[in-house]
Every structure is written in C-alpha cells, then in structure tokens.
C-alpha cells in the first residue's frame, strides 16, 4: 500500500515562500489526480490544488496565481511551490489522491506571520 510523507513546511513571513514535498512509497504514476490539501485550526480539510498525472493543474481560487503544482512520477513525488504567502495560508498541509484513497500521511505544518 502507498505511504505518504508530507514535509517542507516551516515558519515564514508574509511573502515569504515555501516548497513542499510530498515522497509516496510506491509507485504514484497510476494515481490520475493527486492534490495538496490543507486543514486549518477549526476548518475542514479542503483542497487547494490538484494535478493529473499528465500535468494538468487546477488550483482553488484562494491559491491561484501563488502557488505551483507539480509531480515526478519517475521518481513518486509531488510538489507544492508556494509563493507570496498570506497569514490565511497556515494550516497542516496534506498530500492525497483526488479521492482520498490513500491512507493520510501527518502532514506538514506551514505558519505564515503577519
């Protein structure tokens, strides 16, 4: 079974940027959609961004514009490149199929300061 492992996350500031990856433990290229997902203190889990297995991206209206989807297949890894950071952005960030499918790994936390 597909393990994830979420990290790259850390204190920034406002406009600060930040790279997260997502390493699976087996093989992602047959997964068709992949997400980066995002939960913060008293909200639902909600996605912020998704991309196919081919490339195609699409991204939350809250997101879009900063932040940057991509995935390695060859090498079963998913990205998420975050830029111009807003305090609305900190949350424990996720990695997951589309549909949830994969056993949620522990995420990675991410805290932008005003």
């Known amino acids: 079974q597909v393990q994830l492992v979420e990290s790259g996350g850390g204190l920034v500031q406002a406009g600060g940027s930040l790279r997260l990856s997502c390493a699976a433990s087996?093989?992602?290229?047959?997964?068709?959609?992949m997400g980066w997902y995002r939960q913060a203190p008293g909200k639902q889990r909600e996605l912020v961004a998704a991309v196919s297995k081919f490339g195609s991206t699409n991204y939350a209206d809250s997101v879009k514009g900063r932040f940057t989807i991509s995935r390695d297949n060859a090498k079963n890894t998913m990205y998420l490149q975050m830029n111009s950071l807003k305090p609305e952005d900190t949350a424990v960030y996720y990695c997951n199929a589309l549909d949830g499918s994969i056993p949620w790994g522990q995420g990675t936390q991410v805290t932008v300061s005003s």
């Open positions: 087996g093989n992602i290229f047959s997964i068709n959609v």
